[in-house]
């Protein structure tokens, strides 16, 4: 499971470094306005999905996507997201 999310990170990061023509991540990656536009846009379907009982595990997989893409888009590390997590830990 988090091999998975893992791999999401990578990608970013890779494409970040080896861009690929006509790539969507790379686009999400480079154009910051895209990818907060691709974050609130998957949410909101997220939440229509698990309103409705219809699509929830689809929509969810594209919140994941989309905001990995704008963490890192944006600079902002998982690994301190991770840490900043842990340190609300009671």
Request: charged share 35%.
């Amino acid at each position: 499971m988090l091999n998975t999310l893992e791999s999401l990170f990578k990608l970013a990061r890779d494409r970040k470094s080896n861009p690929v023509d006509g790539s969507y991540t790379n686009k999400l990656l480079s154009d910051k306005s895209l990818s907060k536009e691709k974050v609130l846009e998957e949410i909101n379907e997220l939440i229509k999905a698990v309103e409705k009982n219809t699509n929830k595990i689809h929509e969810a997989a594209d919140v994941f996507y989309h905001l990995i893409m704008y963490l890192e888009s944006n600079e902002i590390k998982i690994e301190d997201v991770m840490d900043e997590l842990n340190k609300r830990k009671k």
